[in-house]
């Protein structure tokens, strides 16, 4: 059973970076196509990026292209999530997701298609 745990998140200024973890154990990411989402208060959650189990193909939601990264380590069975340039809007609570796919070159930023998800770790963006 694959378990996925979130780290990284904190305070800090608009303009300023992050970078979250997502290190995995019972079973290697190296099948998994890999999500991030986020939901801030009183919203919906919402897809942030994704990488794809082969080839390390990514996507990103529009509100985060150019500012944010996503890749793997697949020696430490880890994936992150490089923020930069961060924004006020970007506050939320942050999840990493993992759906076993172990074929693929595609990636997909909708929640119902993940089975396996972190606890969530704070980003607060503020000054």
């Known amino acids: 059973q694959l378990q996925v745990v979130e780290s990284g998140g904190g305070l800090v200024q608009p303009g300023g970076s992050l970078r979250l973890s997502c290190v995995a154990s019972g079973s290697t990411l190296d099948y998994y196509v890999i999500g991030w989402f986020r939901q801030a208060p009183g919203k919906e959650r919402e897809g942030v990026s994704c990488?794809?189990?082969?080839?390390?193909?990514?996507n990103y939601a529009d509100s985060v292209k150019g500012r944010f990264t996503a890749s793997r380590d697949s020696a430490k069975n880890t994936m992150y999530l490089q923020m930069n340039s961060l924004k006020p809007e970007d506050t939320a609570v942050y999840y990493c997701a993992a759906d076993y796919r172990p074929t693929t070159r595609r990636c997909d930023m909708v929640g119902m298609n993940y089975d396996y998800w972190g606890q969530g770790t704070q980003v607060t963006v503020s000054s």
């Open positions: 990488i794809s189990s082969r080839g390390g193909n990514t």
